[in-house]
């Protein structure tokens, strides 16, 4: 689905990734984690185009990505951000129809499709008229998957979506994505700070470290086999936590 070749970003005199490869396999849950500044973000970012590349080659479903479209590539692509941006003047019905409107769907779909998304997430019917403010963090960041996951993409990015969320919303979303995941089986990529989310989450996981990728295995390979002493140490104070069923 998703292949990176050699793939690097210069900022200035900082190299922020550098010659990264790896496979991201169709239907697969990848994670991406490490410290902040280790280039997750970044990588993510070069998957739909909104930082491009300096070197290296990006395969999307067997295309160069210099061959789409950039306003195209990102309308075929859910992406979940963590600061959630939802259009505060918008209503969550609005918010949640921007993709699909701008791919040309007709209203009566939209609508249908919203309200039984809506349900999958267990919120109210009547919060499609309520304007973002009106919600709590973590029902504004289900509003922002519903947004990303709507229009049916083969491919949903995920940038740290859950870490400025109190822990029970946090724990409450992951396993929101889980299911999603499972019932959509689009790919996922997502980034995270955080060990345990990684785990948990993971098919398999790429540990970044100043913008190298230390190892990308599963997460029982990582913690039973690092790859070097970094891995062995950011992966050191947790258990494997495995996914909830």
């Not at 692509?77 to 963590?82: F, P």
């Not at 918010?95 to 007709?106: E, Q, R, S, T, V």
């Not at 019917?125 to 960041?141: C, I, V």
């Amino acid at each position: 689905m998703i292949e990176l070749q050699d793939v690097s970003k210069h900022y200035a005199d900082k190299i922020a990734v550098r010659n990264v490869s790896m496979k991201i396999h169709c239907g697969e849950f990848f994670v991406l984690v490490g410290e902040s500044g280790s280039g997750k973000t970044t990588l993510l970012k070069m998957l739909n185009g909104l930082i491009d590349k300096d070197g290296g080659e990006i395969i999307i479903a067997g295309k160069n990505s210099r061959e789409y479209n950039k306003r195209r590539l990102r309308l075929e692509m859910g992406y979940v951000l963590q600061q959630i941006a939802l259009f505060p003047n918008m209503t969550v019905a609005e918010n949640i129809a921007l993709i699909p409107a701008l791919k040309g769907w007709d209203k009566k779909r939209i609508s249908a499709r919203t309200r039984e998304l809506l349900q999958k997430v267990q919120l109210p019917l009547d919060y499609l008229t309520r304007k973002p403010a009106e919600l709590s963090g973590g029902e504004q960041q289900r509003i922002g998957i519903l947004r990303a996951i709507i229009a049916e993409p083969k491919i949903i990015l995920m940038d740290e979506p859950f870490s400025a969320l109190d822990p029970l919303s946090r724990l409450e979303l992951q396993h929101l994505i889980l299911q999603i995941h499972r019932e959509f089986a689009s790919t996922i990529v997502f980034v995270t700070h955080y060990v345990e989310e990684a785990l948990k989450l993971g098919d398999r996981i790429g540990v970044m470290k100043d913008g190298i990728l230390q190892q990308l295995a599963t997460p029982q390979t990582i913690l039973q086999q690092p790859a070097n002493d970094y891995v062995l140490r950011f992966f050191q104070p947790v258990e494997a936590v495995g996914r909830t069923e």
